[in-house]
């Protein structure tokens, strides 16, 4: 299973990972609830992970339940990990290990693996996040998932940029829905929208927990993006995925890499059920329902 490799040193993932500042990953987790490291791959090697994207992408629109709609023309699909050439550098990166490390601890475990597909077309999404908040970031202030992304493309203003609204990782919505925040408190998200045109090579990782949205794609292009993700030993998000790897795959990892990898081990993969199915995104959000900022609405 070999690859275009990206340009890191052949030492063992968690000594190469020491090279990067511990406090400044915990500082931009904790604060803003999202983190960049640009360039972390060649254009070469994106290319081969978006052709592997495409491909899978195909194939998902034929199968029931393949594509899970995420608004229109926005969609997101589940992958078996083995189907990307590219999939153990993704997981072995310094920079990936060395965030997973920080934020999640040393038994961090890595559960999902699948890309969203925002094509020409997608509207804005409602201000978002992925999941309830758990006890351990509502009570107890702490980070147990992160999701890792990587853009296929290079993201221009016209294609839909994804927008976070920095530090409402520590939103409670109370009183709300626990993953939607009432449209009286968008202006607040509104004001803090940070849009990130990320290139290809760079990797994010954030707290799904942060709010944030996909904006209207108004160019001809979509704009995929692969997406990891890595718990805590406490969190449950593995309970809403089904990462399988076969026997041969999972054998030919070396240990330091299956040890963090909560997966099923199959003879032969089947077809992924989409259980992460977010009714709220459905719809997306008109141009005529505005969602102010002047976002491309």
């Known amino acids: 299973m070999e690859s275009a490799h990206h340009q890191q040193d052949q030492q063992a993932p968690a000594h190469a990972a020491a090279q990067y500042d511990v406090a400044a ?18 254009r070469e090697w994106v290319q081969q992970l978006g052709e592997d994207i ?14 899970l709609g995420r608004g229109p023309n926005r969609y997101y699909v589940e992958i078996h990990p083995e189907r990307l050439r590219g999939f153990v550098d993704i ?10 490390r920080a934020i999640l601890g040393p038994d961090y475990r890595i559960v999902e693996a699948g890309f969203d597909v925002p094509g020409p077309g997608a509207l804005h999404q409602p201000w978002h996040r992925d999941f309830p908040s758990p006890d351990a970031t509502l009570q107890g202030r702490r980070l147990n998932s992160l999701a890792f992304n990587i853009t296929t493309v290079d993201v221009t203003e016209d294609m839909g940029p994804f927008e976070i609204a920095p530090g409402t990782q520590w939103d ?11 449209r009286e ?16 090579g760079d990797i994010s990782a954030r707290s799904a927990l942060t709010i944030h949205r996909g904006t209207a794609n108004q160019s001809d292009k ?22 399988q790897l076969t026997r041969g795959y999972y054998d030919s990892l070396p ?4 040890r963090h990898i909560t997966c099923r081990v199959v003879d032969t993969l089947d077809p992924i059920v989409q259980e992460h199915t977010i009714d709220g995104l459905l719809q997306g959000v008109t141009p005529g329902g505005r969602m102010g900022g002047g976002m491309g609405g």
């Open 25 to 42: 990953i915990m500082g931009g987790l904790y604060g803003d609830g999202f983190i960049a490291c640009k360039g972390a791959f060649s």
């Open 54 to 67: 495409g491909t899978l992408f195909r194939h998902a629109l034929t199968q029931p339940g393949g594509a």
């Open 91 to 100: 997981i072995t990166h310094p920079w990936v290990v060395a965030v997973c």
């Open 172 to 182: 409670t919505l109370e009183g709300g829905d626990p993953m939607f925040p009432a």
């Open 185 to 200: 408190l968008w202006p607040r998200y509104e004001a803090l929208a940070q849009r990130k045109l990320a290139k290809m």
């Open 222 to 243: 979509s704009r995929p993006v692969f997406v990891l993700g890595v718990d805590a030993p406490d969190a449950r998000n593995a309970d809403k995925h089904d990462l």
């Open 255 to 258: 240990e330091e890499v299956r």
